[in-house]
């Protein structure tokens, strides 16, 4: 008779065991690490599968750190982190302008957050009154980000954990040229 261990048992993979004549194989249950995104993950309605939020990753609640701690798992949809920003686009001749986002479902930040303009440019965020506040890039850094895009160019502002390094969160957010359309 084959006994496994009971799911509450430190290292517990859920999985199953198939009998043949002249071998036995584990299969592990889950595949959670074949998801991408938080909806994804969840959406995929797997049950050992979770968010875990701060290093952005599909994995059972036992392979995700500090697990435990409020809104550091989520295991259901309307748990995913959700950002938005103000505003939500700038001219291209506007640089360090300040933003304002709103995070929804998020873990406590006190170790701190950098703001990524995808992997072109990286500022500290300023965490006050649950609000999140960031700097647009400088007027040197906008030139690289918006060349030849024509009249706007949208790019995916991430949140990036100071604790794990890993981006959690993302708004998309759009720098726009009037001066494309002058003669």
């Not at 993950?41 to 701690?69: F, M, Q, T, Y």
């Not at 998020?106 to 957050?113: A, N, Y």
Request: aromatic share 6%; with cysteine.
């Amino acid at each position: 008779m084959l006994q496994s261990p009971s799911p509450h048992h430190v290292g517990y993979v859920a999985q199953v065991v198939f009998l043949h004549p002249l071998q036995v194989s584990r299969v592990p249950v889950e595949s959670c690490e074949q998801y991408r995104s938080c909806g994804e993950c969840l959406g995929s309605k797997d049950p050992h599968c979770g968010w875990c939020v701060l290093h952005n990753i599909c994995s059972r609640k036992d392979k995700c750190e500090r697990a435990d701690e409020p809104q550091r798992f989520a295991s259901d949809l309307h748990q995913c982190v959700q950002l938005s920003i103000q505003p939500q686009n700038i001219s291209v001749t506007m640089s360090e302008v300040q933003l304002v986002l709103q995070a929804r479902n998020v873990p406590d930040l006190t170790s701190g957050v950098n703001c990524s303009f995808e992997d072109l440019t990286e500022s500290e965020g300023r965490i006050e009154n649950g609000n999140i506040y960031c700097l647009s890039p400088t007027a040197k850094d906008v030139i690289p980000i918006t060349r030849g895009q024509g009249h706007k160019r949208t790019v995916k502002l991430y949140l990036k954990s100071k604790e794990t390094g890993k981006k959690f969160a993302s708004v998309d957010f759009v720098f726009y040229n009037c001066s494309v359309h002058q003669s």
